[in-house]
């Protein structure tokens, strides 16, 4: 695929020449943190961070959204649909959470249901990465079949390599879109050298840290044992671990009414809430904090690969960085593999 | 100068000997984190296992948040001055019998916020932090940068008055000097701005707010069998992501809080969107104190201020609001 540099300062021109045709999202700086948001100029781009505090499911899942909006009048009801999705780019995320985008697209584009809001957004964007030049110590994507460069899910990729980004194409679409682009030229092979040198000390910087193999196999055998007594005694069972994921998908549809108009809308839903599965009558095949915590690894590690055939977990780390109790998911399943 | 670097040893020999003695079944501490600048909550059952007990400036969870509804019967807690006065609230509050625990009670010097102090080092990838006298020593890849750790304490530490506990069956180490904070006070200060000023700020704040609900989950005091939030029928707010909804969650904890509220700062900690919680719950809290001289886990004896009625009781703020 066909290589251009971009030099860093004529990001913020590149990514001001988008907005107006795109709708853009990428990373930003607010406090101590970084987050992934929706910018108004290329001024907002922060991309000197490890990664940001939420992940970019957010771009085509959003935490809250609404599905139509409904209304009674004289003449009978009204259903107000969203109208066609404008195009985006996702600018700079890291590989991991793009890795996310092709764990998430089964789940939302499957052979019975088509999820159009997730499918139409996905159709309209185009994803642009950056490698990931020094991996924090709570990334541990090569033990998940991922690496710090990883192309999976991304149109262009960004190498960071000084004063430049060496820009590889991945996909036709992104080739295409990187072509006649503000501030991209051509690759010298002096940037091809630099490009391939720091993606080498990047990813001899990994040591798998998780066993991952056997997993699937080992876990529903495991419903019932007593190692998840220990595994979730500290668990606070907050939703930050799941809200933050870029896999996490669980969600749930409620109307907000009044009188006679509402929004159907779809919302984020987290398993280690005590609202997850509970049913109407009060009962919860899931009532304890325990087996909350049992479903998030069962579902990640064991029901998705049965049912797509991939691991749920992009080792992107944001579970270990941010849980408030620094309950490590990499110990959890070390706890699993020793059983 | 005091000697800390016993305090570990200390509190390993203390929870062996309760659980050699049969006199608690179950020991709630701290242990070594997964990565730098971490310690974690850990429950130890055999006496064997106290070897991974630690104590250090990286202790920063509230650990009474775990004494509610534990099967076993009587549990040693390792607890610091903020720790304790939560313990001291929840039995006043009948959640936990006093019989049923045993506060292994660590004089506290403040706990480092590891969120800033990695800024330090912004882009580095930490593998060490080591803790010195007053210092932390941050290592990595070809660098070394060590941090004054007065510098680095969470805000709720640089203005604890009580670092000592209030009360205790084991105490360990010696107490540190008790001081309070100098300058004006942090209400003050957010007081002396005008209105809009102040709702805006705490608006801005709010509105990274995920609703993920750490906050809640990581304080002592938030204990309802059923939070109002998570309440279908009644629901008291809507589920989706709307700035007033979420803006009444964080004013409905606040007030539930007022008189109970120990300052631990365990809901900032636990926010992953770096949202300044405290600022809803410390005008509470200094209220409380003016109006009723009361403040929170400091003795068994004193009733809490909201749950009682004094004939001079202060009226002024219902007459003349």
Known sequence: MKHKIIK?????????????????????????????????????????????????????????????????????????????????VVFGIRPCDARSFSMLDPVFDGEKYKDVYYLNKRAATIVIGLGCNKPPATCFCTSVAGNPFSTDGLDLLLVDIGEEYAAEAITDKGERFMEGREGFGEASPDNMVSMGKVKESAEASMSPSVKIDGLSEKLPGLFDHPIWDSLHEKCLGCGICTYLCPTCHCFDIIDEAAESTGERVRIWDSCQFKLFTQETSGANPRPAAKDRLKQRIMHKFS??????????????????LHCPVNLDIRRILAGINSI | MQDFSKVPDDIREAAKKLLEEGKVDLVIGFEAGTVPLRSTPCFIRNKDDVKRLTWNAFCENNLARYLRKRPEGKIGIVAKGCDVRALVELIKEKQVPREKMVIIGVPCRGMIDRKRAEREVEGLQIREAVETEDRIILKGDGFEKALNKDEFLHQSCKVCSHPNPAMYDIPIG?????????????????????????????????????????CRDACPFCYCEECFVDSSQPQWIGKSINASDTMIFHLVRAFHMAGRCVDCGACQRACPMGIDIRKFLKKLDSDVKELYGYEAGMSLEELAPLTTFKEDDPQGFMIEP
């Open chain 2, 174 to 214: 010696e107490p540190v000097k008790e001081e309070a904070p100098k300058g004006s006070s942090e209400v003050a200060e957010f007081e002396s701005k005008p209105a809009a000023e102040r709702w805006q700020y705490l608006s801005d704040e709010i509105s990274r707010c995920i609703r993920c609900y750490a």
């Open chain 1, 303 to 320: 029901y998705f690969r049965d049912n797509y055939d991939q691991t749920a977990c992009v080792g992107c780390g944001r579970c270990i």
């Open chain 1, 8 to 88: 860093k300062k004529d990001i913020a021109g590149f990514i001001n020449s988008l907005i107006g045709e795109y709708r853009v999202f990428a990373p930003v700086q607010k406090g101590r943190q970084a987050f992934f948001r929706e910018i108004g100029s290329g001024s907002e781009v922060f991309l000197d961070y490890q990664n940001t505090t939420n992940s970019p499911k957010e771009a085509f899942f959003p935490q809250s959204e609404r599905l139509f909006a409904y209304g009674l009048d004289k003449k009978g009801l009204k259903l107000t649909v969203p109208s066609e999705e404008k195009k985006r």
